[in-house]
């Protein structure tokens, strides 16, 4: 359990008005790739929400039931922070995400939903069971924004790019370390086991590079300066190299940790570099200044 530190919300908001297309300067591709978070978030990390408000009355331990919702809080104003880049960012630029984000929230709004096959007799006898298999996806993707959070808040490879842009990932990411262990501690508090952990990394991981490869040719495609770039695999291993990207074998190692018995997602990232950045970061500064830490 999350005995260390207690989640909060912070309400951070962004003004993208200065923010060029290409916002790590000369480095179209590696703006693409990571902006790619912005289509796919939005539906994905209020689908988390929908699927652990689901699950909360599941949990009986009173520490993790205060983590699921701080989780719970965090992940809705991730998936807020990221949409309001859509318009003011993306679409100023001339950018349209529609014929990504039209199949992502499809994925996440009816394919991932509580009855997928509709409401009848089979589902709802199946629910307890497609509720665990959900929050076992959610702990493997979780894991994945855990190792990136931690890349993004401690790279020296993107000090040069426009802060805005860079304290939304960077805050994002410092939150993703923060809580680290929800998904897992809830995975494990409703019955998941090793097995279904190493299924579900199985399916995570194609399956996000899928989701980042598409978004990424979707906005490459719009923008003359990359129509004709590489695939998504190819750009990430030289980008990795040039420390615009984690490195791939940097994020397959830590795959393979997954598959470790003894895993526990704590032993990921550092959680006072976290803490220090979520300190420093403007944008939830501004929110402190304006608001108060709100508590989970
Ligand atoms: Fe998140
Ligand atoms: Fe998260």
């Not at 939903?113 to 298999?133: E, V």
């Not at 399956?207 to 990424?216: E, K």
Request: charged fraction near 20%; hydrophobic fraction near 40%; proline fraction near 7%.
């Amino acid at each position: 359990m999350n005995q260390e530190h207690r989640l909060q919300q912070r309400k951070v908001r962004f003004d993208f008005t200065d923010t060029p297309l290409h916002w790590v300067p000369n480095e179209p591709e590696a703006s693409h790739i990571m902006n790619s978070l912005h289509l796919i978030l939005p539906a994905g990390e209020f689908w988390f929400c929908r699927v652990y408000n689901k699950a909360l009355p599941l949990v009986t331990d009173p520490q993790l039931r205060e983590d699921v919702q701080g989780f719970v809080k965090q992940e809705a104003q991730h998936a807020r922070a990221h949409d309001s880049a859509l318009t003011p960012y993306l679409l100023r630029h001339g950018i349209d995400p529609t014929p990504f984000t039209r199949r992502v929230h499809w994925l996440f709004d009816q394919a991932l939903c509580d009855f997928p096959l509709g409401d009848n007799a089979i589902s709802r006898a199946l629910q307890p069971w497609w509720l665990r298999q959900r929050v076992g996806l959610i702990a493997a993707v979780e894991h994945f924004t855990c190792v990136l959070g931690d890349w993004i808040i401690t790279t020296r490879g993107l000090d040069n790019a426009d802060p805005v842009m860079l304290d939304l990932l960077r805050w994002h990411g410092a939150e993703e370390v923060e809580h680290r262990s929800v998904a897992h501690d809830l995975h494990v508090h409703i019955g998941g086991s090793l097995l279904m952990r190493w299924l579900f990394m199985l399916i995570a991981t194609p399956a996000l590079i899928f989701l980042f490869s598409t978004a990424m040719k979707t906005m490459m495609r719009q923008d003359p300066v990359t129509r004709y770039r590489p695939g998504f695999l190819r750009l990430w291993y030289h980008l990795g190299k040039r420390d615009l990207m984690p490195r791939m074998g940097h994020v397959g190692r830590s795959v393979l940790r997954y598959f470790n018995p003894g895993y526990h997602p704590r032993s990921e990232g550092d959680i006072g570099v976290a803490l220090n950045y979520l300190a420093s970061s403007p944008a939830a500064q501004r929110a402190a200044a304006e608001k108060g830490p709100v508590s989970a």
